[in-house]
């Protein structure tokens, strides 16, 4: 009796909340919504902007990622004195994101700068919901490309490679350390061109990759870190947001550096060999200025647009020597620099996956795209793509 | 205020004396009642504004972000309501057991459990199924998904005697991390370049949106559960008896109630509820898990159902309360520069005045 | 490798040890702490902050401490003055140390301080195996050797432990002796704050050297977790914070010996461990807390 008595209120419960749920469902599936405010009419997206709104997914001071995005936010305050750069940093890559561009949007902004990797859904939703907004995205890949966005980035893999070259002539023991956070093609790019790098100057040389599941974890970083060091690696690297806690341990146990994201040579005084490094100011300015223009939409700004070395814009540059380059391997460097320019590539064949599969045959180079959706490591690399 | 009542105990060796616990809320006129909230809220507004300065900051440039951010903005109540929605349900989850005197702090667990069951339906089922079916199961998987986490540590509970307080929140980890390993492994969505996140749903498996508005049929579906759990826990001998059971559960069992029965739908249902949370989060607002899915959801909710005093409707306002204050941290930076996360002081002062200083009366333990 | 895997153990380890003493004296004396949490995230910002301004690492620890036990301050005037909820209380003072840190760690992410160094114990640092496991790590993982044993020894052998336990257990034992249970809950609840932060501190000042947002990343919730793992005894705290540490480190040395990890497997070992020994021995762990602990949790519900 009291269990049916029970069994029957959780019943009406149930049948009430679908019904009502049913109910609620019918009326609107008949009108989806269709953005959310009108179009601005015949301007151009972005025109005459007076407000640009910048969100990142770390601190401004991380050493790292977002780092270089606030100094790009400041070479475009210096370019456009009257511009308003209304600036979020710590916005996670939930809908959060969302949230956050619409209230910039609803602050006058008609730029708008999406700068992490998992903001792209949210830089979607908010382009299609305000066809008047410029949201440009930086790292992401579009396809198809609506009028209003576009995606950026540079050949990160370019300078890294470099770096690679200089880590394989610094090494001792011919172990290399690569700290990332979770395998994003991007990231995986970046493991196999610095081995490459790497293996020009020295073949033999192995590059252990460890994960840490997360862009930022400092505590988690010093444990990566000191199990490698431990392991004998002397040349440590790294892709994560924040970088301070593993270049500080590198330095502390006597190993060398390489940077990425941004020059952070001062905290490895003796031991830094050089990195890699944003300068986003350029191509902030010319995009907004292109859309302040009014020429947007059309222009190589609205599609997935990708600068290298050989176009000689690539926002990602290789950062300052340390004290212990030798002047031989700046001038290989400098070669494998020059060879960049004149079009070459990391990833020129014959490339090998860890397992032995060819990927890149002997005298093909795979196009951006491609790299870009990078899901292996090549040989030489110690560590499981999971 | 409650001073008088709180005077010290007498030593008695078996303490816990029977409350009373039906009715509470007719301590309490409806006038003082808001007083009080209106002092809590400004209170914790002039210590935030005090906060604030200490760090450079105009406190009143920060008031005004937060006012625009919340209520002159358009578009930004939508956004609050939202935000409400999921934690109104996982809320329920919590309001639900504390009626027969359980604590589920494991609604943020529940609630990504659910999450996850209903994405793994999307996944399977979106090629072989009608939406219609598919949309159905998922509910239904949410809710059975959220029902059996929380039946885990109801279980603990009755067979084992080890509390519930402390099981749930130890499964809320073991659902992040089982979801993480998903969403980074398995389910991983091999077109999003490798971010992790699962597939996104299926458009027809997105939850239908009300004509002209953001709000998806998900934030109906929280406002009726609401007035369901109301009814079930006010107008039903099952919600009596959980309140007996919830005052007394020694009491209740010599008086020959069923009450393991009663904790174990209490806590079941409770469960349910925050799947159905996690489920309108995935179909509703984030068509995807992804590593921050539903974060801190279900701890604020748990919040919230403390500060309406575990009470189904005024728990809507404390949910929109607390949705308010965290998207106006979302746009406090753009204004003021200060980091998002700083709203957590104001959310933290408002609870911590209503906690403890707005108790219509306290029962010495 | 299995030298680097316990290495590993004792240094991730060490915080939660810290942040578990903390709540097992906390809980001895009757009061549960879910905003261990944030009095880890305050101790790391304070240490860090402290550190920071006077170059001292020493007063950066003392920095933490007091953070931390300032925050557990808030939770003992609530819980024990107010009677509000102990599990609403705590999860409300983790959030209000997040909102607080991120509020006011701003201007310490760039900064960079005169961190705690391992100082290899002379000699016993040499012993092959156990020196560098033990012997070479930094002060406060030499300190919390000692920590556990001393908070065992105060707990179970000395007449300001009986109180704290006898608040946790019979309160009107110690009101007919003329104590005030209130001042001891007070006393249990704020150092066992000032363990948190000193376990926060360790993360920022000894171990990660670095202050970022969120820093503490749960493992003050594997705190909470680890007391009820070790049934409310320091010993067992111990031993239970090294497990759960090689839990979370085991992943390091794997991948760097090229074996693939789960690193969310691991990360969840503490949860699924901690809830393996309670259905194994619930009841039995469930005697072994204090009363009044059980009765916050049979009586949580009053507001």
């Known amino acids: 009796m009291r269990l049916t008595r029970t069994a029957r209120v959780c019943l009406v419960a149930a049948v009430v909340i679908t019904a009502c749920s049913l109910a609620a469902c019918s009326p609107a599936v008949s009108s989806p919504e269709t953005g959310g405010s009108a179009p601005a009419g015949d301007s151009a997206p972005g025109a005459d902007a007076t407000t640009v709104g910048v969100i ?27 511009l308003d750069v209304l ?93 990332y956070a979770i395998p994003i093609p991007q990231t995986l790019a970046n493991i196999n061109a610095f081995t490459l790098g790497a293996q020009s100057v020295r073949p033999d040389v192995d590059v252990t990759a460890v994960s840490t599941t997360s862009w930022c974890d400092p505590a988690t970083q010093a444990d990566r870190v000191a199990s490698l060091l431990s392991s004998g690696v002397d040349v440590m690297t790294q892709h994560q947001d924040c970088t301070k806690t593993i270049i500080e341990a590198t330095e502390a146990a006597g190993a060398y550096t390489v940077g990425y994201h941004a020059d952070a040579s001062s905290l490895a005084p003796e031991g830094w060999l050089t990195g890699s490094e944003w300068d986003w100011g350029p191509l902030y300015t010319d995009i907004v200025q292109t859309a302040i223009d009014g020429d947007f939409t059309g222009s190589e700004y609205n599609a997935n647009y990708r600068a290298n070395m050989a176009s000689g814009k690539n926002p990602f540059v290789a950062s300052a020597f340390g004290p212990s380059v030798t002047d031989e391997t700046k001038a290989l460097i400098a070669a494998a620099a020059a060879d960049l320019e004149a079009g070459g590539s990391p990833f020129a064949g014959p490339i090998t996956a860890q397992d032995g599969t060819v990927t890149v045959p002997e005298g093909e180079t795979p196009p951006i795209e491609t790299i870009e959706q990078m899901d292996y490591f090549v040989q030489g690399v110690t560590g499981t793509v999971s | 205020m409650s001073q008088e009542t709180e005077k010290a105990a007498p030593p008695l060796p078996p303490p816990p004396a029977p409350q009373t616990t039906d009715g509470r809320g007719r301590f309490l006129s409806r006038g003082s009642t808001l007083l009080r909230w209106v002092g809590a809220l400004i209170a914790g507004l002039v210590v935030f504004g005090a906060f604030v300065l200490a760090n450079g900051a105009d406190p009143f440039a920060v008031y005004a972000d937060i006012w625009t951010s919340t209520l002159t903005q358009p578009g930004q109540f939508q956004q609050i309501v939202l935000r409400a929605a999921p934690i109104a349900l996982a809320g329920l989850a919590v309001v639900v057991p504390a009626r027969a005197g359980l604590v589920n702090v494991g609604g943020e667990g529940q609630l990504i459990i659910g999450a996850v069951a209903a994405a793994g339906v999307a996944l399977w089922l979106t090629p072989v199924a009608s939406p219609w079916l ?74 239908p949106v009300f004509a002209g508005t953001a709000i998806h049929v998900g934030v109906a579906l929280a406002v009726v559960a609401a007035g369901a759990v109301w009814f079930a826990l006010s107008r039903t001998t099952w919600g009596f008896r959980l309140s007996v059971v919830g005052g007394n559960a020694e009491a209740a069992r010599r008086a020959g109630l069923p009450v393991v029965t009663l904790l174990l739908t209490a806590l079941l249902i409770g469960g349910a509820l925050a799947g159905l949370a996690g489920f309108i989060q995935l179909a509703g607002m984030e068509y995807k ?71 219509p009366r306290k029962v010495r333990s | 490798m299995i030298i680097d895997i316990l290495a590993g153990a004792v240094r991730g380890g060490t915080s939660i040890m810290y942040a578990g003493l903390g709540e097992t004296i906390s809980e001895r004396g009757g009061v549960i702490n879910l905003g261990t949490e944030g009095a880890m995230l305050l101790g790391a910002l304070g240490g860090y902050a402290v550190t920071a301004e006077t170059g001292n690492p020493w007063l950066g620890v003392l920095g933490g401490a007091l953070a931390g036990a300032l925050l557990s301050l808030v939770h003992a005037v609530l819980v024990v003055s107010r009677r509000a909820n102990q599990f609403a209380s705590g999860l409300t003072l983790y959030f209000l140390a997040l909102g607080v840190t991120a509020l006011f760690g701003v201007s310490y992410v760039s900064q960079q301080i005169n961190a705690f160094t391992p100082v290899p114990v002379p000699g016993l640092s040499e012993i092959p195996g156990i020196g560098p496991i033990l012997f070479d790590h930094d002060p406060l993982v030499y300190i919390a050797y000692v920590a556990a044993p001393v ?149 949580s519900r009053t507001t």
Request: net charge negative.
């Open chain 1, 56 to 82: 990142a997914v770390g601190p401004k001071d991380d050493f790292g990622y977002n780092q270089a995005v606030y100094q790009g936010v400041e070479a475009l305050r210096e370019q456009f004195p009257d």
């Open chain 1, 87 to 179: 600036e979020a940093y710590n916005i996670p890559e939930d809908d959060t994101a969302a949230t956050t561009m619409e209230s910039m949007v609803a602050q006058g902004a008609t730029i708008i700068f999406a700068t992490s990797y998992g903001h792209l859904d949210a830089a979607k939703q908010v382009a299609e919901a305000h066809p008047e907004v410029v949201v440009v995205h930086q790292g992401g890949l579009l396809d198809p490309v609506p009028a209003n966005m576009g995606t950026y980035f540079g050949s990160v893999f370019e300078p890294v490679y470099l770096a690679g070259i200089a880590a394989g002539a610094a090494t001792q023991t011919g172990k290399l350390g690569y700290v």
């Open chain 2, 134 to 207: 598919v949309m159905l199961l998922m509910v239904l998987a949410a809710v059975v998904a959220g029902a059996a986490w929380a039946g885990i540590a109801a279980a603990m509970r009755l067979v084992v005697k080890v509390n519930e307080a402390v099981t749930t929140l130890l499964l809320n980890y073991v659902a992040l991390y089982s979801m993480l390993f998903l969403i980074l492994g398995p389910w991983k969505d091999p077109a999003a370049l490798g971010q992790s996140t699962s597939v996104e749903l299926n458009d027809a498996m997105k939850l």
């Open chain 2, 289 to 359: 898990l992804r590593p921050t899915f539903g974060l801190t959801i279900g701890y604020v909710a748990f919040l919230a159902s403390w500060l309406s005093r575990h009470k189904p409707l005024p728990l809507l306002i404390a949910s929109l309360v607390l949705a308010a204050i965290a998207v106006s941290g979302n746009s406090l930076q753009i204004g003021s520069g200060l980091p998002a996360a700083s709203v957590n002081i104001l959310m933290g002062l408002v609870l911590l005045a209503v906690l403890g200083w707005t108790s």
């Open chain 3, 151 to 299: 908070i065992w020894w105060v707990l179970f052998r000395t007449r300001v432990g009986l109180l704290v336990r006898t608040a946790g257990e019979r309160t009107e034992a110690l009101e007919v002796h003329g104590y005030s249970v209130q001042a001891v809950r007070y006393c249990a609840t704020v150092a066992g704050g000032a363990l948190a932060g000193i376990g926060g501190a360790h993360i920022s000042i000894a171990y990660a050297n670095s202050w970022f947002e969120n820093m503490i990343a749960g493992r003050g919730f594997i705190a909470v977790a680890l007391v009820i793992f070790a049934m409310w005894n320091p010993i067992r705290i111990m031993a239970g914070a090294y497990l759960f540490g090689a839990a979370l480190s085991l992943a390091s040395v794997l991948q760097t010996s090229g074996i693939a990890v789960n690193q969310f497997a691991l990360n969840a070992v503490p949860f699924v461990l901690t809830l393996v020994v309670l259905a194994v021995l619930g009841r039995r762990t469930m005697l072994a807390a204090p009363d009044e602990l059980l009765k916050v949790f049979d009586n």
